[in-house]
Structure formats: structure tokens, C-alpha cells
Nanobody, 124 residues
């Protein structure tokens, strides 16, 4: 069992930056791929980024490529999402997820564990 707790969300102006963190419990964190997803009001949950268990394979949605960076620190059981050049359309609740094997996936159904989410609001 893995429990995930996100933090770092908040209100930021367009063009600003935020760094989300997701702290995981459990001794098997380093064996899981991790992902970030987001859900805006009235929209379906969408993939943002994923990272393999080793940190060497990275995946990004086209909408965030070049602006967001996913990373992980297995010693701290934590995955991060650095978000730069934020836009109003990035406003959403951001969720971290664990699972999807060792290499990650863009599909939410392949993840086994989810955090409670953290709100990110970007004002124009």
C-alpha cells in the first residue's frame, strides 16, 4: 500500500512558477513509476507528466512540454513537478499517482494509488 500527499499548490499570476511535491509512504516507492495528472472544472482528468522508477524515462503532455519538469528523489520518497511559465489554462486540481509498472504511463487507469490533489490557480 502506498499513500500519497501532494503539496505546493496555490494562486500565482500568469508567467509565474510553482513547485508541487508528492510525498509517498511505504518502502517500495523506488519501485514505482510516478505520474502527475490534473483536472479542471467540468473537464476530464488529463495526463501531465510521468517518470519511471529510475528517473531516466520522462513523459510530458504536449501542453506542458518545455514548461514543466518532473523529477523524483527516491531517498526522500518524493516526486516533484516544477511548473514554469504558468498559464491560466493550467488552472486545475493536480494529482500525483503511483503505479503503472516501473516505466509509467499516460493513462490514469494504469495507476494504482492516488493522492488527494492540490489546487493550482493561475490568474491572468
Amino acid at each position: 500500500q502506498v499513500q500519497l500527499v501532494e503539496s505546493g499548490g496555490g494562486l500565482v499570476q500568469a508567467g509565474g512558477s510553482l513547485r508541487l511535491s508528492c510525498a509517498a509512504s511505504g518502502r517500495t516507492f523506488s519501485s514505482y513509476a510516478m505520474g502527475w495528472f490534473r483536472q479542471a472544472p467540468g473537464k476530464e482528468r488529463e495526463f501531465v507528466a510521468a517518470i519511471s522508477w529510475s528517473g531516466y524515462r520522462l513523459y510530458y503532455a504536449d501542453s506542458v512540454k518545455g514548461r514543466f519538469t518532473i523529477s523524483r528523489d527516491n531517498a526522500k520518497n518524493t516526486v516533484y513537478l516544477q511548473m514554469n511559465s504558468l498559464k491560466p489554462e493550467d488552472t486545475a486540481v493536480y494529482y500525483c499517482a503511483a503505479g503503472a509498472g516501473r516505466y509509467g504511463s499516460v493513462y490514469s487507469a494504469e495507476y494504482d494509488y492516488w493522492g488527494q490533489g492540490t489546487q493550482v490557480t493561475v490568474s491572468s
